[in-house]
């Protein structure tokens, strides 16, 4: 059965610092792994994926790798900034339709 | 193009009524995912749905709860008779393949109090 850890489950920076944010994985046979980002109250906006075959994604300030052998992903976020705080979440594709997802990680950025 | 709709946002429901939950898949999806949020939870997998088959329902509890996605309309999550411990938020999702391209999008959320 697919566990997904995220460590630590809450974090607070001041703005202007790099940050990496952390999910672990307990089954290497997965499809891909989404990282997503939910604001209190919100639904769920996707930011990264990767999928399986891939070592790591960009976007903008967003970097996102994979390492299946070690059950590991991370997703680095640049120059943060306040209005990155929300809770990240990171999210593994089991059996090609559902997603497993972890606790997620709840990010502060302060000014 | 339109994102994954849910309605209704908000749901209060006594204890031993019904709530319906709809959700409308993106344009050109024809698979919808439901998932629940308890609070101080992660999301769970619910169900997995394609236009008039349930394709997964491992995530269901085995009463009360069931889904449904019709050729035409919206999909539907059925809670019967329901129970302070349903109290949570029902996030729909919907892809337009399976497989390793499948991305998922996730609509707002439908949050159910039972009073």
């Known amino acids: 059965k697919q566990e997904v850890t995220q460590i630590p489950a809450a974090l607070s920076v001041p703005e202007g610092e790099n940050l990496v944010l952390n999910c672990s994985f307990t089954?290497?046979?997965?499809?891909?792994l989404q990282w997503f980002r939910q604001d209190p109250g919100k639904g769920l906006t996707s930011l990264l994926l990767?999928?399986?075959?891939?070592r790591e994604q960009t976007s903008g300030r967003l970097n996102a790798s994979l390492d299946k052998s070690s059950g590991r992903s991370t997703l680095y976020i640049a120059a943060s900034q306040p209005g990155d705080s929300a809770t990240y979440l990171c999210a593994i594709l089991q059996g090609a339709q559902k997603l497993v997802f972890g606790q997620g990680t709840r990010l502060t950025i302060n000014p | 193009n339109a994102g994954v709709m849910q309605n209704p946002r908000h749901l209060v429901r006594r204890r031993g009524q019904e709530a319906r939950l709809r959700c409308s898949p993106m344009?050109?999806?024809?698979?919808v995912y439901w998932y629940r949020q308890l609070p101080e939870e992660g999301l769970k997998f619910m169900v997995y749905?394609?236009?008039?088959?349930?394709?997964?329902e491992s995530g269901m509890p085995k009463e009360r709860f069931s889904a449904e996605f019709p050729k035409e309309g919206p999909s539907i999550l059925r809670i019967q008779q329901v129970v302070r411990g349903d109290s949570a938020a029902y996030f729909c999702?919907?892809?337009?393949?399976?497989?390793?391209?499948?991305?998922?999008?996730f609509g707002p959320g439908t949050r159910l109090t039972v009073l």
């Open positions: 089954d290497s046979a997965i499809y891909n």
């Open positions: 749905l394609q236009k008039e088959n349930i394709i997964d």
């Open positions: 999702a919907s892809s337009p393949v399976q497989g390793s391209y499948n991305e998922q999008f």
């Open positions: 344009k050109g999806h024809s698979h």
């Open positions: 990767i999928q399986s075959s891939q």
